[in-house]
């Protein structure tokens, strides 16, 4: 089980200490999540973001594209040092070149899909994927609830990827905590998103990632 901190849920004025701190609490990957007020109703940050943390830590920058025209702005991110990119199936007609252009960067490819999409979408593009990130809340904002309706599709997907391409990451974003974490890796994910849990927690950043790691509430 990996964990991917969600920096949407971090206190901005201290980015880099934060995402530091993540890393040394054993942080596997940093989850970026880009939001351009039209694809989804927020906006949140772009490449400089991705170019500013990347001298800071060594850990991958995993770059969420919540974004309606993903492949404008893929040259930037990865010049920018961004390592791996999720983009949607929603919304993207022609997401086989969109996986291909990321592929042409060098860059790990990940589809994600929301809520109400089922996991039979995937099934052409699935051999093709580094991950598959399944949405368990609709795509925009932190800090919102889990939706257990999700955790049926993660098992099909899981199923999916165990059939065609075992090596593909399953990750799950949106509401983890501890509690929902577990529920998650039951039905098959192996790599979690979590940002309010971790960036949001009193118990401060090593706190809330030991807890995902013992499994506690
Ligand atoms: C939601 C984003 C998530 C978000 C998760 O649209 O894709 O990555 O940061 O935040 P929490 O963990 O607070 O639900
Ligand atoms: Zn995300």
Redesign the pocket.
């Known amino acids: 089980m990996k964990l991917a901190p ?4 971090a206190d901005f004025a201290r980015l880099g200490e934060q995402v530091c701190e993540a890393q040394i609490a054993g942080a596997d990957r940093i ?1 970026v ?1 880009v ?1 351009d007020g039209h694809f ?1 109703p ?1 906006l949140s940050m772009g490449a400089p973001i991705v170019a500013s943390l990347r001298p800071v830590t060594r850990l991958p920058l995993e770059t ?1 594209l ?1 974004i309606s025209n993903p492949d404008r702005f893929l040259q930037e991110f990865a010049d920018a040092g961004s390592d791996s990119f999720l983009v949607h199936w929603e919304g993207n007609v022609n997401l086989h070149r969109t996986v291909r252009n990321i592929r042409g960067l060098g860059k790990r490819a990940g589809v ?1 899909i929301n809520p109400a999409t089922p996991a039979e979408v995937l099934a052409e593009i699935l051999p093709d994927l580094d991950q598959v990130l399944v ?10 609830q ?1 939706l257990h309706s999700t955790l049926a599709k993660i098992y099909r997907v899981r199923r999916m990827i165990e059939r065609v391409r075992p090596e593909c990451e399953l990750e799950v ?5 501890p509690a929902t974490a577990r529920l998650c890796v039951e039905a098959g994910a192996n790599v979690l ?8 927690s009193s118990e401060g950043v090593a706190g809330a990632m030991n807890r995902f790691a013992a499994g506690r509430n």
Do not use: C, E, R, Y
Request: glycine share 16%; aromatic share 8%; net charge negative.
């Open positions: 969600s920096i949407l849920a989850h999540d939001m989804v927020n969420h919540m994600a949405m368990t809340v609709d795509p925009g904002f932190g800090h919102q889990f974003d949106g509401g983890i905590d998103v979590a940002g309010s849990a971790i960036f949001g």
